[in-house]
């Protein structure tokens, strides 16, 4: 069964349940059949007892009938259709009178049988039902009325009934598994499509997808499911192509610089002061690269961070202020106002060093986009289970076109209308990697030249 294909298997299973529901059918037929055979010849013999103990004639110690014309009876003369046979014993055991058809043989007294009990015995090898009626006179058992009738025609038909249900049987069983499995090959038929174009799927060809079958059934739901997971195979691969693409080239900039300015530099002597300007710029470049390789490192690291996430008790209040802190040189160069509105303490479980770059990455974004002498609104507030973290700038927006972009890997808006603004596109993807990691839920509204809100909810 382990080599059987799918639709053999269930087919095969099929088979098994419904081989035993007819074998019980089939012995409920067989049962209820000689049940009716066996009443009938029982009825059959309890109506000649009952007749033969109105017709005996009981003189001194001998037993027979008042009426010899009995004999005459066609059932009590022959042995060809349908035979009764009747014989009468007296107390000593002695046959008294028997019917012709039993001609030279007798029927059988069984002492360890009960009176009035009807059981199969065998009369020249033949099988026959018997009943043994006391007979009384006067109170005083006087002998025994033995009555059998033959079993032939009745065992005949349970023959010819038991032979047929035998031979139908397996032919039912072979022609239910032929077309069990020809429904079942139907019924599988989307399976044999999930195969086919599992087979045709590569890294070159992700467009293939699975036809639908038209009963929406449990494999309709599961083709459905196995295209959306090849959606999201092929949106994920894309991101990657294109998240290695973008690497690249942001990569390759800053490396093409520092190497094109010292080529020049290189070309003939310079002054001092020439030289340390040149020197410090590609030391920026350098660091832009250093910055730029850590944040790829980290995007890599979180695809399989969540088996590592601390859950611990975080203030929230205290990473706020330390990461105020830290960009404090960067606060004072561009005159920004910060406002924290902490007015009590808030504790999350979660992972403080993951939160924290979350934190990092989002003030970063804010005083980076304020405009000089602007402002940054932080506030903590809670709402039923869940702590809300409000970060709000006064910069230059984000246009509402780009605001379903902003947590693509190296997407920037607008980079070419604010060259002045550095950076690598990549902080709000980790941002949202990581709120994704730790089911923080997070959200941005912008309004161009007005500034940005960023909203954190942790449950």
């Given amino acids: 069964m382990l080599n059987f294909s799918f639709r053999n298997r269930i087919a095969f299973n099929y088979i098994i349940s419904t081989a035993l529901l007819i074998f019980v059918v089939f012995f409920a037929i067989f049962t209820i059949v000689k049940y009716s055979v066996y009443s009938h010849i029982n009825s059959d013999i309890k109506s000649e007892v009952d007749k033969h103990l109105t017709e005996i004639e009981v003189k001194g110690d001998r037993i027979g009938l008042n009426h010899d014309d009995e004999w005459k009876e066609r059932e009590h003369n022959t042995v060809a259709v349908n035979p009764v046979f009747v014989q009468f014993y007296d107390s000593e055991g002695n046959i008294n009178e028997k019917s012709p058809n039993l001609k030279i043989h007798s029927l059988h007294f069984y002492k360890n049988r009960h009176d009035h009990e009807l059981f199969d015995t065998r009369f020249v090898n033949k099988t026959i039902r018997q009943i043994q009626v006391p007979i009384y006179h006067q109170a005083v058992k006087k002998g025994y009325l033995v009555v059998a009738m033959s079993l032939e ?3 005949m038909v349970l023959h010819n009934l038991s032979k047929t249900l035998l ?5 039912i069983l072979v022609v239910l598994f032929l077309i069990a499995r020809l429904i079942a090959g139907r019924s599988i038929k989307p399976v044999t499509s999930i195969i086919d174009t599992a087979s045709r799927i ?3 060809n992700l467009k293939s997808r699975i036809e639908l079958p038209q009963n929406k059934d449990e494999l309709h739901k599961l083709s459905e499911t196995i295209n959306h997971l090849l959606d ?7 991101r990657e192509k294109q998240f290695t693409s973008d ?3 942001e990569l390759r900039t800053p490396l093409a610089v520092i190497k094109g300015t010292l080529e020049v530099l290189i070309r003939k002597p310079r002054e001092k002061q020439e030289y340390e300007e040149k020197i410090n710029f590609c030391i920026s470049e350098v660091n832009r690269v250093n910055n730029l390789v850590d944040q790829l490192l980290l995007l890599a690291r979180f695809e399989n961070q969540k088996k590592n996430i601390q859950n611990e008790s975080v203030h929230l209040n205290s990473l706020l202020l330390d990461n105020i802190a830290r960009f404090s040189t960067k606060i004072k160069s561009k005159n920004v106002q910060v406002e924290a509105k902490l007015n009590e303490d808030f504790y999350i479980k979660s ?3 993951l939160v924290s770059i979350i934190l990092s990455n989002i003030i970063s974004n804010a005083i980076k986009y304020s405009k000089e002498n602007g402002t940054i609104n932080i506030s903590l507030s809670k709402e039923n289970e869940t ?4 970060i709000s700038d006064t910069g ?11 947590f693509n890997s190296f997407y920037r808006s607008e980079a070419i209308n604010h060259p002045e603004i550095k950076g690598t596109g990549l902080g709000l993807s980790i941002v949202k990697r990581l709120c994704e990691l730790l089911t923080i839920d997070v959200a941005i509204e912008s309004k161009e030249n007005s500034g940005t809100s960023v909203f954190l909810s942790f449950h």
Avoid: V
Avoid at 167 to 171: A, C, E, G, Q, S
């Fill in 396 to 406: 230059i927006g984000i246009i509402p076109e780009d605001l379903n972009k902003i």
């Fill in 232 to 238: 999201r195979i092929e949106n994920t691969i894309e």
């Fill in 153 to 155: 025609d009745s065992q």
């Fill in 387 to 390: 702590i809300n973290c409000c």
């Fill in 167 to 171: 031979i139908t049987y397996p032919l």
């Fill in 202 to 204: 590569t890294k070159d």
């Fill in 351 to 353: 992972d403080s060093y």
């Fill in 247 to 249: 690497a690249s080239h």
